[in-house]
């Protein structure tokens, strides 16, 4: 038996990040939106247990860890443990979502991971239990689970839909060296020693969702973790002044970065933005959101 899960990039439509809990954990309201860009992660039944992986031609295979410490290693492993089983299984996943780009790839890989196993060894978790276990796993799991457009509180793991009628084009732009997620939010700290305990409900964000209005939604785009993630890396700034140049209604970073994505006005808006800003920037991805979280595609 061999069956193939498909699991979306995440982007950060809003990110309000507040003081560190006791825990070393920042408490977040965010609002994430499931977009078309994709990993693919196929399992096959096997005594043994392998990992191995493809990656788009424009990434570097090298960035992701496969020493058995990958986050599909960990979510097998708590998933087993949970049932009493062994873990088994060969795992072949086919990456497309930006490492270490703020877009939340390796949770992606993580719930569909879940998903899959839990289908190949007919092990019928409850949705709950997945929910708590995609947790254990990472702040933006359960997210990758539950696609859509949702709110994202506590860590970012407590996760309910929002009310979303629009259909978004975005232009995506990674960076060929990833961030580290610990470090921007090291540097948040610097520079808000006052961040409140719960950061504030993005009430005008929510209202342009549920609008459909794309130039509400472009004014409302805001991220704590962008001013800190420009002191680390100031060439972000010029990358999302070119690509409001370029047409784009309005540009962020998104999540920790170093990924910028661009919203706007149509399909055809987004074409023209992107093919812009090729001439400056290698990679440059058109994509809609919101799309469905992880799902299985095919079932040998
Ligand atoms: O939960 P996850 O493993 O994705 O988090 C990675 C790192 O990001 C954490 O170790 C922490 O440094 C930082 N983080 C945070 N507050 C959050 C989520 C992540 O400080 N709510």
Same mark, same amino acid.
């Given at each position: 038996m061999s069956l193939t899960v498909r699991a979306p990039a995440k982007i950060n439509l809003h990110l309000g990040v507040g003081a560190p809990r006791e825990d070393g954990f920042h408490p977040l309201t965010s609002v994430y939106q499931a977009v078309g860009v994709y990993d693919d992660l196929t399992v096959t039944g096997s005594a043994g247990w392998s990992v191995d992986l493809t990656v788009a031609d424009?990434?570097?295979?090298?960035?992701?860890?496969?020493? &058995?410490?990958n986050i599909v290693d960990r979510a097998a492993a708590l998933l087993a443990a949970h049932h009493g089983l062994t873990v088994t299984g060969d795992v072949h996943i086919d990456k497309a979502i930006p490492v270490?780009? &703020?877009?939340a790839g390796g949770s992606a890989d993580a719930a569909a991971a879940l998903v899959a196993l839990d289908r190949l060894w007919g092990a019928h978790t409850s949705d709950d239990d997945l929910l708590s276990l995609a947790a254990e796993l990472g702040s933006d799991v359960p997210f990758a689970l539950v696609g859509g457009t949702a709110l994202g509180t506590g860590r970012g793991e407590l996760v309910e839909p929002v009310t979303d009628n629009g259909t978004w084009w975005w232009v995506l732009v990674p960076s060929t060296t990833g961030m580290s997620t610990p470090a921007v939010y090291r540097h948040f700290d610097e520079l808000h020693?006052?961040?409140?305990a719960i950061p504030p409900m993005p009430e005008a964000l929510l209202a342009a969702l549920a609008a459909g209005d794309p130039h509400a939604l472009a004014a409302a785009l805001h991220n704590d973790l962008q001013a800190p993630a420009l002191d680390l890396r100031p060439e972000l700034g010029t990358l999302i002044d070119a690509g409001e140049a370029a047409g784009a209604l309005r540009g962020v970073v998104t999540g920790s970065g170093p990924t910028c994505v661009f919203l706007c006005e149509s399909a055809d808006a987004a074409r023209a933005t992107a093919a812009d800003l090729r001439a400056s920037y290698d990679v440059v991805l058109v994509s809609t959101g919101a799309v469905a979280g992880a799902h299985t595609v095919t079932y040998v």
């Open positions: 424009w990434m570097d295979r090298s960035h992701v860890p496969l020493d &058995g410490d270490a780009g &703020g877009m020693p006052d961040a409140p």
